[in-house]
């Protein structure tokens, strides 16, 4: 069967709040202070624990591979997991757009390069876990993306065909995924990296998802 894959982070929701929150109490356990901007650093913390420490170790005038990032990476896990939800919200439209694709007959799933353990925590606290067929984090396989057996086991756990799927991200992770996998993609360009989202030259650019199953359909066909 058909079916579409989402990203998490800065696709179905923009966790970046919470996300920036756990990085800076990291921070704050260093003595730093806050160094990372909600408003300004949303890109950065959507990239993951590691480039928001790598970030903030450069504010601090330390190296980019200083080693306090793979000392802190797991207090920072620890502090997004005790408050993963209070920023934390679903884009406008973004389960509107799941139901009705299930309604025209496609699987739905969800592969994240967010730990797995971390993202089932998250959509049951938002109450869309069981929303989706299957989903994969990035502890769950050997390997991750852009590795393309993370969206083909992915599809295939949801009970799809690997080669008939479409990614929907919001990265270059996302769209180098997509290549290496033979699939296409679409990039959604409401995130917070969204203006850069037509350089990467996907298959379809998303600026609502009200109109994702109809692109679905341009894409896969009709189920």
């Not at 793979?70 to 934390?88: F, V």
């Not at 109450?127 to 067929?133: E, I, K, P, T």
């Not at 690997?162 to 270059?172: F, I, K, Q």
């Amino acid at each position: 069967m058909k079916t579409v894959v989402f990203d998490l982070d800065g696709t179905l929701a923009d966790t970046s709040g919470d996300l920036i929150a756990a990085a800076n109490a990291c921070f704050r356990d260093m003595g730093a202070g806050d160094l990372l901007d909600p408003a300004t650093d949303a890109g950065t913390a959507l990239r993951g624990g590691r480039a928001m420490l790598r970030l903030g170790m450069i504010r601090m005038g330390r190296a980019e591979d200083d080693p306090l990032i793979d000392t802190y990476y797991s207090d920072l896990l620890s502090h997004y997991a005790r408050d993963i939800d209070t920023h934390t919200r679903l884009y406008d439209g973004a389960m509107a757009a799941v139901a009705e694709l299930k309604t025209r007959g496609y699987i739905v799933a969800i592969c994240t390069n967010k730990p797995e353990g971390l993202a089932r925590e998250l959509l049951t606290r938002l109450g869309v876990l069981d929303s989706f067929a299957a989903l994969l984090g990035a502890d769950t396989l050997s390997v991750r993306k852009p590795d393309p057996e993370h969206l083909y086991e992915t599809a295939r756990r949801a009970g799809g065909d690997p080669a008939l799927c479409v990614l929907v991200g919001d990265s270059d992770t996302d769209r180098n995924t997509s290549r290496a996998a033979g699939v296409p993609s679409i990039l959604v360009t409401f995130g917070p990296s969204g203006d850069d989202m037509a350089a990467l030259a996907p298959e379809a650019l998303l600026h609502s998802y009200g109109d994702l199953p109809d692109l679905v359909e341009q894409m896969l066909g009709k189920v």
